[in-house]
């Protein structure tokens, strides 16, 4: 259970970062699209907009839960 525990937690915090940036690359990309985009950019924009937010909250919460599931079972981090 300790190996079980241990490597979804790494995998979970190595896929942190590259999940953080690719969010923010969305959001940047629905910014582009709100002002640059005109009427039909604005639509375009929202789904990037709600895709890069939702991502990253996905990827925190996954952390927490990880990081919360290894101190209920006393396993370090």
């Given amino acids: ?4 525990i ?10 942190k970062m590259p999940a953080v940036i690719l969010s923010s690359i969305a959001i940047i990309i629905g910014a582009y699209h709100l002002i640059l985009g005109g009427q039909e950019g604005k639509q375009k924009a929202k789904g990037w907009f709600i895709g890069g ?4 909250i996905i990827i925190l919460l ?3 839960i990880s990081n919360y599931i290894a101190r209920q079972t006393g396993q370090p981090f």
């Fill in 62 to 64: 996954a952390t927490e």
């Fill in 53 to 56: 937010g939702v991502g990253l």
């Fill in 6 to 15: 241990s490597t979804l937690n790494q995998i979970v915090t190595s896929l």
């Fill in 1 to 4: 259970m300790q190996n079980l």
